[in-house]
């Protein structure tokens, strides 16, 4: 399908895990630097060759840097937003009612948010400030903070089997484990040689995760045994901004990288790299995969577009 035109640099893209048609774009303007920044809501096209249509936008006056989808209602938004601030958007009120809160507790930009997705109320913001926070959106005020990292924390992602249990990447070079239940991290994972961008956990096995690095590799953990990874995989050319496990086979990943590619990769194959593709003229800095349609993907880039294109086919194929 035709690729979306969007007026900012994007910055990040997530499914809906109620609507197979709808997604959600942080975008900011001047590349993430100075400036604005808005949220889009897309509806995609049930047939592959017409337009993207854009449902909803919301204005802020920083970049957001990250979105989340709710859990629990099908309408709510979090987004991290580079003035420190998290806004709650709500798609099934006017534009006017929007955001529906403005939470403001971190001292820095907000960089990612991410959804309990079994507990379902809660969520978590990791921030410049070398901090996360756990967050209820019921309530106005954090539950929790959490402040071990020595540098900014790039992501924070919740295991998907463990409601209690997250991870957390670090320009300190470290991924660090945590159990809300306790009152520090209870691992940490000396990752990377040079700063860790994102890590996720695998969908299937509760105990692997991945990790993204500025050292261009894209590294799997064992949280049982981590003194060295259960592999490395090489093959993009400049740091790797994010990498997704696939909700639906227990090895695949998908990665976005400053070298302008999208790749996916098998990492229990001996060629790990099962697909790439170079449909961005600049930084590929957001990334993901459709739960609810298998093969569904989405990214988008400092060159203002969003593609949605099926696994195997041409993203820029209209």
Known sequence: MPAFKIPFNGYSV??????????AVATAQNFGILGNGRVHVLSIPPSPGAPIVETAAYDTADAVYDIAWSESHDSLLVAAIADGSVKVYDTNLPPASNPLRSLQEHT?????????????????????????????????????????????VYAAAWNPRHADVFASASGDCTVRVWDVREPGSTMIIPAHDFEVLYTDWNKYDDCILATASVDKSIRVWDVRSFRVPVTVLNGHNYAVRKVKFSPHRGSLMISCSYDMTVCLWDYMV??????????????????DMSVLVEGLLASTGWDE?????QHGTDPRAP
């Open 270 to 287: 001996e060629d790990a790299l099962v697909g790439r593709y170079d449909h961005h003229t600049e930084f590929a800095v957001g990334v």
């Open 14 to 23: 997530k499914f809906s895990p109620f609507n197979e048609n709808r997604l």
């Open 305 to 309: 577009l969003v593609y949605v294109w």
């Open 108 to 152: 820095r930009e907000v960089h990612a948010v991410d959804y309990n997705p079994s507990r379902r109320d809660s969520f978590l913001t990791a921030s410049w400030d070398d901090s996360i926070k756990l967050w209820t959106v019921d309530r106005p005020i954090s539950v929790r903070t959490f402040k071990e990292h020595a540098y900014c």
